[in-house]
């Protein structure tokens, strides 16, 4: 399955989640609306659109004669006090092989600090832009936002402290930028409502304590490429909700404990992946429901026999590990009949160890 379709249903969910939450809150403007927006925000909004670089003229209808910023593209409000609630700006080619190449592309040497007079947003999205700079401190005085989505732009610095202090947060997207440095349950601290974490690919490490209980329960959290080890996350035990869960290349050498593989019927996508994991992996249960699950357990250390996995699974990867017994009874070849009858949607690839990669669909 392409890992693509998976983001683009978990985006669809939640987008669709919010778009249920904000309406039944207030009705929006959408460049049809009788309303007019704050003075206050438009002159932010002219402000922010002057410290960008905006080649493709994305944001033109942006300007002095345009009274009504309810009116700009990317630009949503409510429709009973004017104020600003949301700003679409992601990069139209986003989702298109020639991104790198996009023309719609928004640049600027910073987060555009007009941002800071927009407390009353909801929703920010400025992925797949060039923005190159921290993300800056004041971040933390928008405490209206339930949306935020900075991903794949070019950001660098730490994650600032204040991020914890977004109550309301549900959405958070950082993945794809040059983030460093140390995040610590300060950044959780007030992050009761997050549900989705998506902050893979950037060179931050994670340090809190062995006995820290989030005050939130996560849906999906995907934290690729972050140095979480070497001990293996003990707060995941709290997360009775996961059902996306990527802790790829995460420097995590330890053993899984029993608790995570009691907890793995949640899992509609789950990968392991490029850790120094070791010892047994027991029976895995099946997945909740009818959902077909992805596990991607690969490039580690586990050992022992190879346990029994869900019918209902989708795509399974447990190559370059030692599992020490191929066959209980039987040639190599029969335990591979085996496998295919009790797992048709599987194709064995290789004589290799349990190679298994998903059939062409």
């Known amino acids: 399955m392409d890992r693509s379709i998976i983001r683009r249903g978990a985006a669809s969910t939640f987008l669709l989640g919010m778009l249920?939450?904000?309406?039944?809150?207030?009705?929006?403007c959408d460049g049809k609306s009788h309303g007019s927006c704050r003075e206050k925000e438009r002159n932010a909004l002219l402000e922010f659109k002057s410290d960008l670089i905006d080649p493709s003229g994305r944001l033109s209808s942006w300007t002095v004669d345009q009274k009504d910023c309810c009116k700009w593209v990317g630009v949503f409000c409510d429709n009973s006090t004017g104020h600003v609630h949301e700003l679409h700006l992601?990069?139209?080619?986003?989702?298109?092989?020639?991104?790198?190449?996009?023309?719609?592309?928004m640049s600027s040497l910073g987060v555009p600090n007009s941002l800071r007079n927009m407390t009353n947003l909801q929703f920010l999205d400025?992925?797949?832009?060039?923005?190159?700079?921290?993300?800056p401190k004041w971040f933390g005085i928008l405490s209206s936002l339930i949306f935020l989505n900075l991903s794949n732009n070019q950001l660098t610095g730490t994650l600032p402290e204040s991020v914890g202090h977004l109550s309301m947060l549900v959405g958070l997207y950082i993945s794809s930028n040059f983030l460093e440095g140390i995040v610590s349950e300060v950044h959780f601290a007030n992050l009761t409502n997050l549900m989705y974490l998506y902050a893979s690919d950037n060179l931050l490490s994670m340090r809190v304590s062995p006995e820290w209980k989030p005050l939130f329960q996560l849906q999906e959290m995907e934290l690729r490429s972050w140095q979480l080890g070497p001990k293996f996350p003990n707060w995941l035990r709290s997360q009775k909700m996961l059902e996306d869960l990527d802790l790829s290349c995460a420097q995590i050498s330890d053993s899984v404990p029993n608790w995570f593989w009691e907890l793995s019927s949640q899992f509609v996508y789950l990968n392991l992946s490029h850790n120094q994991l070791h010892g047994e992996i027991p029976n895995i249960a099946p997945t909740v429901g009818s959902v077909h699950s992805v596990m991607y357990l690969n490039s580690n250390k586990f050992n022992g026999s190879l346990p029994c996995f869900p019918p209902n699974i989708r795509e399974l990867d447990v190559s370059r590990n030692s599992f020490s017994e191929l066959v209980a009874t039987g040639s190599a070849n029969s335990w591979q009949q085996q496998f295919h009858r009790e797992y048709p949607k599987i194709h064995w690839t290789s004589t290799r160890l349990a190679?298994?990669?998903?059939?062409?669909q």
Do not use: G, M
């Open 90 to 105: 992601k990069n139209p080619d986003a989702e298109s092989e020639k991104l790198y190449q996009s023309r719609y592309e």
């Open 355 to 360: 190679l298994f990669t998903p059939t062409q």
């Open 126 to 135: 400025l992925s797949s832009n060039f923005l190159n700079s921290s993300i």
């Open 20 to 28: 249920i939450l904000l309406l039944t809150r207030n009705s929006f």
